[in-house]
């Protein structure tokens, strides 16, 4: 499988062949100058040619000569034009969001999604499958029919999708007792190559990456990771998860699972008792079964109607219960790595992830900070639950016009 920041070199379709062969070549100046000032574009939005020289460092001639090859690709367009008190108008280039595409699939233990991502990050179209726990036979086969819906869509512009990114969990199969699931059910997806599935489907070429460091990327490059140069990101699913920003990169660690605060132990163990992990009360998983224990509607743990009676009077219980395991978990965090901030985010209503964060900063002014500097800014997330499938969308993008394959650039 490849990994979330070594993305593959692929053949591109005719259509894309000359601009994308340019900036697939890791050689020669020229190439990495292209993808450079597509970059600045991705980050500082529509940008006169002076001011691009200025935030590039390239000469005028040499941006003048880079616009010009990546307009006649459709890259780039046109925006209004800025006028001045004197002298002509200046002339903002832009992306242009039909330049490429890429679709972005994530598996969930709850639910699976597809996104078709245009060149500017927006979502086009979006495919949602919710099942209460995936069957990789019955599964796979819509994994194929949804993307090839979402490619048909396209219409004339099919030619200009530059790849498929899949995010999903390392072990789907991970923690299978906790949810009343037999061992021949996990080891199917433990032992299922997710990669190799998805490609058997298409021509296009296929990336992988863990979900949550998935959505650590997507929030790096169109979140909040804007402008926090280092964070710890949490994200709550049905199990809790993570990812790690250091120095505005992705840290994967030696096993690329760096961020999976899933496994924290919440206290020490006694004896030879073994502690609970944060994955035990910090999770969505917990809520279902709260409400599942009372009769009632457990997806109800993924919207709004947590915060409504009759489901209300069981949400409250588990946002203190999980506000102080994760307080535990920014704790340590915090000790350990030194960020700026922890970006909380996850699939459940924004009102009651703004809760969550409450509750979670109350309980952090309950510990000893002697030693620390100061509790990091607790931020929510930007993206919610399309954060995985963005991030998986952005695998292809980033292979194809990144300016460097081995990292997450910013400004």
């Known amino acids: 499988m490849t990994d979330l920041t070594e993305s593959p070199d692929a053949d591109p379709p005719e259509t894309l062949s000359r601009s994308r062969s340019r900036g697939s070549n890791q050689g020669g100046m020229r190439q990495f100058n292209e993808r450079v000032v597509l970059h600045a574009l991705r980050t500082h939005g529509p940008t006169p040619k002076a001011e691009l020289a200025r935030l590039t460092g390239l000469t005028a001639q040499t941006i003048g000569l880079i616009t010009a090859r990546l307009d006649e690709d459709q890259l780039l367009r046109r925006e209004a034009p800025i006028r001045g008190k004197i002298g002509q108008p200046s002339v903002p280039l832009g992306l242009n969001p039909d330049g490429a595409f890429a679709v972005g699939i994530k598996i969930g233990r709850r639910s699976a999604d597809w996104l078709l991502v245009d060149f500017c990050g927006e979502v086009r179209r979006r495919e949602t499958v919710h099942y209460p726990f995936p069957d990789a036979h019955t599964l796979m086969p819509l994994v194929d029919s949804h993307l090839q819906s979402l490619l048909a869509d396209l219409g004339p512009l099919r030619s200009r999708v530059v790849g498929v990114g899949v995010a999903a969990p390392f072990h789907m ?239």
């Open 173 to 411: 199969g991970g923690w299978h007792r906790m949810m009343g699931l037999s061992d021949t059910q996990a080891a199917t997806w433990n032992d299922l190559d997710l990669q190799a599935e998805v490609q058997r489907m298409t021509d296009l070429p296929v990336s992988f990456a863990k979900d949550t460091a998935a959505a650590t990327v997507a929030e790096l490059v169109l979140g909040k990771g804007r402008h926090i140069d280092s964070f710890l990101y949490l994200f709550l699913d049905t199990f809790v998860g993570g990812g790690l920003v250091l120095h505005s990169h992705l840290h994967r660690g030696v096993n690329g699972n760096a961020g999976a605060v899933a496994s924290v132990p919440l206290h020490t163990a006694a004896g030879s008792g073994v502690p609970p992990q944060l994955v035990s009360q910090a999770s969505l998983w917990d809520l279902e079964q709260r409400l599942r224990d009372h009769g009632l509607d457990a997806t109800a743990a993924y919207d709004e109607r947590a915060l409504s009676a009759p489901w209300a009077e069981h949400t409250h219980p588990w946002l203190q219960d999980c506000a102080q395991a994760l307080a535990q978990c920014v704790v340590s965090g915090t000790a350990f790595l030194d960020v700026d901030a922890v970006v909380v985010d996850g699939s459940l209503a924004p009102e009651v992830l703004a809760l969550l964060l409450a509750q979670t900063r109350t309980a952090l002014a309950d510990y000893n900070w002697e030693g620390l500097f100061a509790p990091p800014r607790l931020e929510p997330g930007s993206l919610g639950t399309d954060a995985r499938a963005l991030g998986g969308a952005l695998l292809p993008l980033h292979a194809c016009f990144a300016p460097d394959h081995g990292i997450f650039l910013k400004s």
